[in-house]
């Protein structure tokens, strides 16, 4: 019972703020495109459920990446009201609403694989853990910037909004880099909460095989 208000909580959440981020938003193509990447994790994650089941912390911090795709995909990443006062209160020359989508492009990503990777034991000397996973965001950043790329080449100035570089030459660069120091920073802040819930749902799934074995005696 607890585990399925659990998910419909997730779900109301999500599909609350993907239908908001939908209304009036500044172009309906750049919000699609940002607003895909979440439709396309919801989709796995609903298709796996059953058979891998994250943590909670994982869930949520995937939630919270999807809230960050839909505030871009409604304002468009350069035009964000709270960063473009940001700017404008410290006198900058860009709105970063985008930086910070590309660091927890790297943070949340990072606690996602992370876990896979320890629940399925694939490195055999956890040493190796922080720089595999590091390399792997970096990786999805590298991965996304290409789609980046293959859109604006596909459809020219329709895609400008999408890619939200404003005019700065090392725009695609920053955002590796900061994709890179938020999977860093992740390695470095979260590892501890995460081996404790992956324990805990350890925990709570013996229980449960146990008690299937039991029944089925």
Same mark, same amino acid.
């Given at each position: 019972m607890v585990e399925s208000n659990k998910r419909l909580i997730f779900i109301v959440v999500?599909?609350?703020?993907?239908?908001?981020?939908?209304?009036? %938003?500044? =172009?309906?193509?750049?919000?699609?495109?940002?607003?895909? %990447? $979440?439709?396309? $994790?919801?989709?796995?994650?609903?298709?796996t459920y059953r058979r891998f089941r994250f943590t909670d912390m994982v869930y949520l911090l995937i939630l919270v990446e999807c809230y960050i795709l839909f505030i871009g995909g409604h304002y468009t990443y350069a035009e964000v009201p709270l960063f473009n006062w940001i700017r404008d209160y410290l006198g900058g020359g860009r709105n970063n609403y985008d930086k910070l989508?590309?660091?927890?492009?790297?943070?949340? %990503? $990072?606690?996602?694989v992370r876990e896979f990777l320890i629940r399925l034991q694939v490195i055999a000397r956890k040493s190796w853990l922080p720089f595999v996973v590091v390399c792997i965001c970096v990786t999805i950043s590298v991965l996304y910037e290409f789609f980046e790329w293959f859109m604006a080449v596909a459809t020219g100035e329709a895609a400008e909004a999408f890619l939200?570089?404003?005019?700065?030459?090392? =725009?695609t660069q920053s955002d590796m880099l900061m994709a890179m120091i938020g999977a860093t920073v992740?390695?470095?802040t979260m590892a501890r909460w995460q081996d404790r819930q992956i324990g805990a749902l $350890?925990?709570?799934?013996?229980?449960? =095989?146990?008690?299937?074995?039991?029944?089925s005696v």
């Open positions: 999500f599909f609350s703020g993907l239908v908001i981020s939908g209304i009036q %938003p500044k =172009d309906y193509f750049t919000w699609f495109l940002e607003v895909l %990447p $979440a439709l396309l $994790a919801f989709a796995i994650l609903a298709w989508a590309h660091f927890m492009q790297g943070f949340i %990503p $990072a606690m996602l939200g570089t404003q005019g700065y030459v090392w =725009d992740a390695m470095l $350890a925990r709570l799934q013996a229980k449960a =095989d146990s008690v299937l074995k039991t029944e």
